[in-house]
């Protein structure tokens, strides 16, 4: 043989050997394969439920512009103020508004601030506290006239005792009065500093 025969040889031996290794060597080949198969499956699986979840989109679209406009609509009654005791001020105004329809008029004799508290993560709450003297018939008008306000305002507290004029039955009432206010309004409350 010649030496250009054997160098063929050789290197007919060495391309054996290395197709023989990678044919037989186990590397995981097989898996590979078997993914690439199922890939074309799975991504149609994938593109329809992409294809239902696009098809939810106009609906839940829908849902949410209807939650807004009712969020809207409940919002309106809220005391908009640039500060907190200019919500108080206006809650206050209101109040004194509605206890001078009454017939006859209710005084108010005194009024003081609550605390500002927060109520929930979005919204929080103004107090107004009143003293007044009446007739039983107007505090009933003027809780039914604070109810029926589109102010977002409520009821907070009511105390009401006797007075000596038992003749024309009248009451002397301490009632506080709650207003709802954007949260920015509500202090920020700092814990204690230890």
Avoid at 84 to 110: E, F, G, H, M, W
Avoid at 152 to 172: C, F, N, W, Y
Wanted: charged share 25%; proline share 5%.
């Amino acid at each position: 043989m010649q030496e250009r025969d054997k160098k063929a040889l050789l290197a007919l031996a060495v391309a054996i050997a290395i197709t023989l290794a990678v044919k037989f060597w186990p590397s995981g080949g097989d898996e590979i394969a078997a993914a690439s198969t199922n890939t074309i499956p799975v991504a149609e699986r994938r593109v329809e439920r992409l294809r239902q979840v696009l098809a939810t989109i106009p609906g839940k679209r829908t849902v949410v512009e209807g939650v807004e406009a009712q969020l809207a609509s409940r919002e309106k009654g809220m005391l908009v103020a640039e500060t907190a005791a200019q919500a108080q001020a206006q809650l206050l105004q209101l109040v004194r508004t509605l206890a001078r329809k009454q017939v006859p008029p209710v005084d108010i004799s005194q009024n003081d601030f609550g605390p500002i508290q927060a109520i929930g993560d979005s919204y929080g709450e103004a107090l107004v506290s009143v003293t007044m003297n009446c007739r039983i018939e107007q505090l009933v008008n003027l809780l039914a006239d604070i109810t029926a306000q589109p102010e977002l305002i409520a009821t907070h507290e009511m105390r009401v005792s006797p007075t000596g004029d038992q003749k024309q039955k009248m009451l002397s009432v301490r009632l506080t009065v709650s207003g709802v206010i954007p949260k920015k309004l509500v202090p920020e409350r700092k814990g204690l500093g230890l």
